[in-house]
């Protein structure tokens, strides 16, 4: 797994990535999800790797799924 630099400024804080995550565009989507935080560059869709990850889903993926008592 590869490591980024975090330098800090006051009350901001800047990412030096390697090259090869280098990211189209000058601004990204921000979420954080507990203690990870994903960046998606801005040129593209924030819904896109959804979309690119459904053909993963088999017809029956949801078949043995049981709906949680309520």
Do not use: C, H, R
């Not at 990211?23 to 954080?32: A, H, R, S, T």
């Not at 994903?38 to 088999?58: A, C, E, R, Y």
């Amino acid at each position: 797994m590869k490591t980024a630099k975090i330098l800090k400024d006051n009350e901001t804080q800047t990412l030096l990535l390697p090259a090869e995550f280098n990211l189209p565009g000058d601004e990204v989507y921000i979420k954080k999800v507990g203690n990870t935080i994903v960046l998606i560059p801005k040129d593209d869709s924030p819904w896109q790797p959804f979309f690119d990850s459904w053909d993963l889903f088999t017809e029956d993926f949801m078949e043995d799924w049981e709906k949680p008592a309520a």
